[in-house]
């Protein structure tokens, strides 16, 4: 599978997929410990002495023969300055030399490609074959990037550069010289960046924002034009986020990916990577999202980004793809055509879950096959890089895509997910780097994407302890509430499961509401406009909107026949919705504008105006911002919505309500047949303020999903206290003050009030 390409993998369920180039033999594979391994990962990479005088450079492999390391003055078509051979010493590699260069790559030969003296570079002297039966890919005429290189010179695809055959075995490439063109480790000394002070805020208290790093400012006409797209250029944001209410950003992929190639223009997008999910290197801040693109300038300003954020509050989450690698997959199926660029060159095996015979990849992601996650060298690199974007670049927490990958028990010839095994990345991670205590405090906040491709990989609720995860079945529920009446049966029970925090998920295994991350959209998918504006993807269309290819066609959308004012009125409900739910709320970067992809589902190839942000908002733009601004503030503001442990149905203060309680639209209890009546399409909610630590005596909520007005008859707000309404999602009352700031609420009534919630309509009252 070529390097270049990511398709995404929105999906309301996750099917069964036949892998066509895997084995049907299935063969579990026990991880050897790390001892076994000979693992020493502490000094891996390159080092400077403290003088300088000196580099030493120490990989892994485990099945090579020899290894060498070559040193450049530059990037790029130059012949090296320097070289060296490595020595052994268990399965760590390493030599010290004199200080020469600045970049480097390494030569491997191993049992299908033994070393001779008379090899040359572009030579096929010593070929045995591509892979041999353990499934080892050495080839000494690519020059391989250090998995543990800190930066990384350019991407192995480039303006000027983009024949993949020069990365290639097999045939067609298997004697090219990549050295002129190959990415290489950047020699880096030891430096220290401050990253400000980390929030120690718990994730309950989190409202995430999913972006991308370049589309969060390339569009920015406020931002110097040289840092547009850039993390200087995000870091100046900082305030802005803040000011919207969000309190993490979330930026999908910055290690190091191949992008340089990306087009920016019309000429043609086809396989282009601007999500970022095929990842080069794990060290490495992406180079291309740099102002400074000198040695160590990546780095450095990733790290003042992080502070900029810190200053302001905000955490730094990053989304990071330990599932699969940029190496890709093999070339139209032939077993011999694979990317030789790094991992693969190296240690195959290690670093790749490969098929029961070894000779091509073993595959639950749909982009070129699993990293081996069960394997401790592989975990290694995983442990390793995540403690160093954690330490050295300041970031608070992370998202992994297609997370049940890490849950895999067996190396090759089989998927085999497992919460408990504690040999898995899954356990390892958050063994080692432990999460956030419930509380706030030090530690890490873990998300994880609950899904992959194929049998056993959809976990939604079956994570470990630590982990929050993307709650897809909380998305698709309120989905089908919203868009499908009539078409999808949704009861109440099902409703209030996923808004009360989806205990049935989480509350089975000690995890907690906020182990639950509630959002209708992500970057994988319709935008918020989108998801009440289209009927179907559109993915084909022209420049800067399409063409993109993939993207699921089961979307849960609707149009709404067309008509703008109820589109609005839907995606104020869906923003209200993960406002207002127990759990951990996420919205997507430009969905507080209503951006719009025009039906395009899957842009992951558009680098493009389009797919960026925009910061120029129309009346109806600036209006819904303000109400997603005000409804996080409301959010911030109440402790009810926001709670430690599962709710429940107790009065334990004796004063006359539950801590929260559910209401007909006639102000009763539902009884069993109305929870469990799809046609019942209106539910009512209290919480008990003074049970849950919020300043408000009591919050009402009342949705009405059915296609006509529903009368509310209110409940008590308490003794002594009326209601008074912070939003009605009514176009009625569409406007830049359609949520109440505090003190200027309107008056309702007392219990026993009723308010009509008009059609597909959303309550909130606050008890004063």
Known sequence: MPLRARR????RTIPVVLLALLSALAVVTTAPTAAQAGIDTAQLGARYSADRSTITFRVHSGTATRIAVYLYDLPTGAAPVAQATLAKSGTIWSATVSAAGKYYGYRAWGPNWPYNAAWTPGSSTGFVSDVDAAGNRFNPNKLLLDPYA????HDPLRPGMTDETVFTSGPGGRTVDSGPHAAKGVLLAATTSATGTKPTRPLKDDIVYETHLRGLTANDASIPAAYRGTYRGAGLKAAQLAALGVT??????????QNDANDVDATGTAGDNYWGYMTLNYFAPDRRYSSDKSPGGPTAEFAAMTKAFHDNGLKVFVDVVYNHTGEGGSHGGDKNVYNVFSYRGLDNPAYYSLSADRQSSWDNTGVGGNYNTYNPVAQNLIVDSLAHWRDKLGVDGFRHDLASVLGNTCQHGCFSYSRTDPATALNRITAEMPARPAGGGSGTDWIAEPWALGEGTYQVGNFPAGWAEWNGRYRDTLRSDQNKLGVDAVTPGQLADRLAGSADLYGDDGRKPWHSVNFMVAHDGFTLKDLYSCNAKNNTQAWPYGPSDGGSDDNISWDHGGNAALQRKSARNGTAFVMLSA????MTGGDEYLRSMRCNNNPYNLDSPANWQSWSFDTAQTDFRTFTTRLAQFRKAH??????NFYTSADADGDGMKQLEWFTPAGTTPDAAYWANAGNHALGWRYDGSELGDSAA????GYNGWSGDVTFTLPSPGAGKQWYRVTDTASWAEGPNQVATAGTE?????AGTTYIVRERGLLLLIAK
Do not use: D, K, N, Y
Not at 8 to 11: A, D, H, N, S
Not at 746 to 750: F, N, Q, S, T, V
């Open 150 to 153: 800190r930066e990384v010179s």
């Open 8 to 11: 995404g993998l929105t999906r």
């Open 746 to 750: 309107a008056l309702i009534g007392g």
């Open 583 to 586: 759990g951990t709320p996420m």
């Open 248 to 257: 993490a950003v979330e930026f999908l992929p910055v290690q190091e990916t």
């Open 639 to 644: 402790a009810a919505l926001r709670p430690a």
């Open 698 to 701: 009591s919050i009402f909520v």
